[in-house]
């Protein structure tokens, strides 16, 4: 059956027809956009018209950077989000065992909790923890993802002691001698991966409610941001189940790639199930919230500490000479402008040597703290930066705090980028923040933190720039130009519905826009 979508507002974000009158779907696939003549002519016998009734159709959003498997984990965890004190954490864990009745000596896992909201300022610690669930071991991550705590039980069940030493890149917590339970980088992600998995039963229904939720925000194609070699397992068992209804893209580091390359060598930079390998992943600083993204230039009321790298230099070139051996797209984790200086150092390098970083289509996540010199050197060498722009609205208020107004004001400078010329996405890191892209063309367009105070106002983009990050450029990044990102004639009908144009409204109304239908292939996946 054909279906007719008119009466409304089109906008193709194809560069020589923006908009249209009309559109048409048949096999899952666009047949026909543009006037509504033209496109009625097209249509077949059997035809299901859908009045759009003055709302707005888009193509489908993309996720340029998310973490699937974490986004699933944490409908099986206890959520922290907007905890205020300890005492609030305590609770809330508390009330998990209990109401789950999580039986002693089972692990328990929390997320989502931010020290600077906290009215302690600072970290928790094991005996915060040991209060909360003194029969469990628990660890809690922060909402960064790049830190977090376990208490007194998890620590001796992971073998962790005063005296074990933290990986290259990361820290162990200690107190005149004595482990405090926090971990960050590289120590906090190494330990948190030998935490024992939930039963897979549990798992699968989680993925199944993770897509919802993606859904529920306009996305049909979702990334899987660092798959490591214990998620392969979990995704033998997701694509022998058939559930995936969104498509998938995962970025693995060396071992988890190379599992999965073992696992599914058909979904290897193709689709097969839902599922694509998509290149590699590599972290090369933490988070600017954290006090952990490297910087040049100390942080704010700091003598010398500007945070620190994760890789050595000869690491991060290592990893792109691998890439380009191997055919791989490359996603860097770059926070601070020291971060973005080793990966376009490592790139430039690896470019002389001849690599080809166009065929790599390399991607540089996060970038909060490029500056406008470096963004000229990603244009000259095909880089794409892939923003997180809601930062601006969710800590720019720490960011002046950490990094002083002026660089705080510099944070994803999005109309830098535009001036060259410069492509780039929009991400929301899920789960850090949900998966809301409009929440995030709307921090890129009006740059507001929480406080309300406005960010570098002179970085500000259109509403119509925003869109395109995270349409047409978010399909360059997955290099599925030909099949999604607009509205054209034998691409995928791949669409979202919104009751309002973002282009048309008043800037600060576009967070109030709601999502009413998202469509994958021609189908309904959700509707408000």
Same mark, same amino acid.
């Given at each position: ?15 020589? $027809? ?12 666009? %047949? ?19 009045? +759009? ?26 959520? /922290?989000?907007?905890?205020? $004190? ?11 065992? #209990? #109401? ?42 922060? &909402? ?18 005063? &005296? ?40 699968? %229904? ?67 199930? #839902? ?8 972290? /090369?600083?933490? $988070? ?25 230099? %000869? ?6 000479? #691998? ?21 376009? %150092? ?21 970038? &909060?703290?490029?500056?406008?010199? &470096? ?5 000259? +060498? ?20 950490? /990094? ?9 400078? /999005? ?6 010329? +410069? ?106």
């Amino acid at each position: 059956m054909d279906i007719l979508f008119e009466n409304g507002t089109i906008r193709t974000l194809e560069r020589n $027809s923006p908009d249209a009158q009309a559109l048409l779907v048949r096999n899952g696939r666009i %047949a026909a956009v543009g006037g509504r003549t033209a496109v009625e002519d097209q249509t077949g016998i059997d035809v299901r018209r859908v009045d +759009l009734a003055g709302r707005t159709l888009l193509p489908a959003f993309l996720d340029a950077h998310s973490h699937f498997t974490a986004v699933a984990n944490q409908f099986l965890q206890v959520s /922290l989000e907007g905890c205020t $004190s300890w005492a609030d954490m305590q609770d809330r864990i508390r009330d998990y065992i #209990r #109401r789950e009745r999580i039986p002693a000596g089972q692990w328990v896992t929390a997320q989502g909790y931010d020290h600077n909201l906290l009215s302690e300022r600072r970290h928790p610690d094991r005996l915060c923890l040991d209060a909360a669930a003194p029969d469990n071991p628990v660890v809690i991550c922060h &909402q960064s993802g790049h830190m977090g705590v376990f208490n007194t039980a998890a620590l001796e069940r992971l073998g962790v002691t005063a &005296q074990t030493p933290a990986p290259a890149g990361g820290v162990i917590g200690r107190e005149n001698g004595t482990l405090t339970g926090y971990m960050e980088e590289n120590a906090f992600l190494e330990f948190q991966k030998r935490v024992p998995m939930r039963p897979l039963e549990s798992f699968l %229904a989680a993925y199944r409610k993770a897509q919802d939720l993606y859904a529920s925000y306009g996305i049909t194609t979702v990334q899987e941001g660092l798959l490591r070699r214990e998620l392969v397992p979990l995704y033998q068992a997701l694509l022998a189940d058939g559930s995936l209804k969104l498509d998938v893209v995962a970025y693995g580091d060396p071992e988890g790639a190379e599992a999965a390359r073992q696992a599914f060598p058909e979904s290897v930079r193709q689709y097969h199930r #839902r599922f694509k390998l998509g290149g590699y992943k590599m972290f /090369l600083d933490g $988070s600017p919230q954290g006090r952990t993204a490297w910087l040049r230039r100390p942080y704010q009321g700091e003598q010398e500490y500007r945070g620190y790298g994760t890789l050595t230099d %000869a690491e991060v070139l290592d990893m792109v000479r #691998r890439a380009g051996t191997d055919g791989m797209q490359l996603l860097a984790h770059c926070n601070g402008d020291a971060a973005c200086a080793q990966y376009l %150092a490592a790139l430039d390098a690896a470019a002389r040597e001849g690599v080809d970083l166009a065929a790599l289509r390399p991607v540089m996540i996060h970038a &909060q703290l490029v500056t406008p010199g &470096q963004l000229a050197e990603l244009k000259e +060498l095909g880089i794409l930066p892939s923003f997180f722009a809601a930062h601006l609205w969710y800590w720019g208020d720490v960011h002046r705090e950490n /990094l002083g107004p002026r660089r705080a004001a510099s944070i994803s400078p /999005l109309a830098a980028a535009v001036r060259l010329g +410069l492509p780039f996405t929009l991400h929301q890191d899920t789960p850090v923040i949900a998966p809301n892209m409009l929440e995030s063309i709307w921090c890129a367009v009006n740059r507001i933190t929480r406080n309300g105070g406005v960010l570098g106002p002179e970085y500000r983009i259109s509403a119509y720039e925003a869109l395109k990050a995270v349409t047409v450029h978010a399909a360059w990044q997955y290099a599925l130009e030909g099949e999604r990102g607009s509205l054209a004639p034998g691409k995928t009908a791949d669409l979202v519905l919104l009751d309002r144009d973002p282009t048309a409204v008043e800037p600060m109304a576009i967070r109030d826009i709601r999502v009413l239908e998202t469509i994958r292939e021609g189908e309904t996946l959700y509707r408000a």
